[in-house]
C-alpha cells in the first residue's frame, strides 16, 4: 500500500485525488465525503505528522515539506531512523504470517499509519487465498492516515477503520463497529508496531496495554515493536538520543525502552518464542535485513492464555 511512484496501490487509490485531498485539508478546506478529517483535530500545516514522516521514510507520498524537512533533520540526528521504520514493516509481516499460520483470523492494527503496501489484510489474506475472510481493524489517530485508509478500503466490508486514541482500550474495543466485525468468542490479535515509543510514561503504557489483554479472549495475541537502544554502540546511543530530542522539540513524544521495560508491560501473558529480541531477528527468514542498523527496535509476540 506504499503511494510511491512505481509502487501501485493495491485497492486501486486514485493517488492524483489522494495528494489533492491532502492538501486541501491541510489548508483547513472542508471535504465533504467520507475522507474529512475529524471536526475535533484541525491540521496543523506548521507541524511534522508522525504518520505522514513515517510515510516519507517508508518512500510513500502522502507527506508534506514541513513533514520531509523535519524528517532529513531526525535523520541527520538518527541515520538509522529510516531503517527502524523498515524494520517495523517486516516485523509486521513476519507476525501477521505466524500469526494466521496459528489460526488467527482477526486483527486490530493500532497506530497503523497511512496505508501502506503490506499492510494486515494484504499479508493475511495472501496466506489464505481460499478464505479471504481475515477481519482487520485498522486504528490511527492521525486525519490522513485514517482519511487514506478509509478511501483504500471502502469496498472491503472485512474491514473497518477507526479514528481513535490507542490509549483507550475500551473505547477501541467495544466500538460497535468493532463489534460489529470482530467475533468476540474467537482469537483477536492486537498490533502495535513501532507505535508505543510514541506514548510517554505519564500515559502509562503498561496500564493501556492491560486494558487490551484484559477485555480480549482467551487465546488472543498482543504484539508491539518499539525503538530501544539498549543493543546499540555509544555511538549509536548517541544519535538516538539525538533523534529522540528531535521528535521532542518538533513532533511530540518519543522514548526509547529496554528489555526490561516491554516484559514488564507483558505480564500476565505467555511470550512466543523467541521472546523479546530486536525485531529483525524475530522469526527471521534468509530474506529479511540484518546489520547493526536494524538493531533498535525491539520486538515482541505475547499469547492471553
Ligand atoms: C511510526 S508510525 C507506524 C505505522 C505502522 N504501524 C508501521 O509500523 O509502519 C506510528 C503511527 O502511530 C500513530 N499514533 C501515534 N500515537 C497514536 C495514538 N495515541 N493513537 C493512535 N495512533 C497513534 C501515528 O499517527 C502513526 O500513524
Known amino acids: 500500500m506504499v503511494h510511491a511512484p512505481g509502487n501501485p496501490l493495491p485497492g486501486g487509490c486514485n493517488r492524483q ?44 507520498s502522502f507527506n508534506t515539506p514541513v513533514d520531509r524537512a523535519f524528517a532529513a533533520r531526525a535523520l541527520r540526528a538518527l541515520p538509522a531512523m529510516k531503517t527502524a521504520a523498515m524494520a517495523n514493516r517486516h516485523f509486521l509481516r513476519r507476525v501477521v504470517t505466524y500469526l494466521v499460520e496459528n489460526g488467527v483470523r482477526q486483527f486490530v492494527d493500532l497506530g497503523c499509519g497511512i496505508p501502506t503496501v503490506g499492510g494486515v489484510h494484504h499479508v493475511a489474506r495472501a496466506l489464505t487465498p481460499d478464505t479471504p475472510d481475515t477481519a ?69 503504557p503498561h496500564r493501556i496495554l492491560a486494558g487490551y489483554r484484559d477485555n480480549l479472549p482467551r487465546g488472543s495475541y498482543l504484539a508491539l515493536s518499539h525503538l530501544s537502544d539498549e543493543a546499540a554502540s555509544p555511538e549509536l546511543q548517541a544519535q538516538v538520543r539525538d533523534g529522540i530530542r528531535t521528535y521532542q522539540n518538533d513532533a511530540g513524544p518519543l522514548a526509547a525502552r529496554s528489555h526490561a521495560t516491554l516484559a514488564s508491560w507483558l505480564t500476565e501473558l505467555e511470550i512466543i518464542p523467541p521472546g523479546i529480541t530486536i525485531a529483525n531477528a524475530w522469526r527471521a527468514t534468509t530474506n529479511d535485513p540484518t546489520g547493526t542498523d536494524h538493531d533498535l527496535v525491539l520486538g515482541a509476540v505475547a499469547r492471553l492464555p
Open 17 to 60: 485525488h489522494a495528494i489533492a485531498s491532502l492538501n486541501i485539508r491541510a489548508k483547513g478546506a472542508q471535504v465533504p465525503d467520507a475522507n474529512t478529517p475529524p471536526a475535533h483535530r484541525s491540521l496543523d500545516p506548521e507541524k511534522p505528522s508522525i504518520a505522514r514522516v513515517n510515510d516519507y521514510f517508508l518512500g510513500g
Open 136 to 204: 482487520v481493524v485498522y486504528v490511527d489517530n492521525d486525519p490522513i492516515a485514517v482519511a487514506q485508509s478509509k478511501r483504500l478500503l471502502r469496498d472491503d466490508p472485512a474491514t473497518v477503520v477507526l479514528d481513535a486514541d490507542l490509549r483507550h482500550p475500551t473505547e477501541i474495543l467495544d466500538h460497535p463497529a468493532v463489534h460489529g466485525l470482530l467475533d468476540f468468542t474467537r482469537p483477536i490479535a492486537v498490533l502495535m508496531i513501532g507505535v508505543l515509543h510514541f506514548i510517554p510514561d505519564r500515559d502509562n
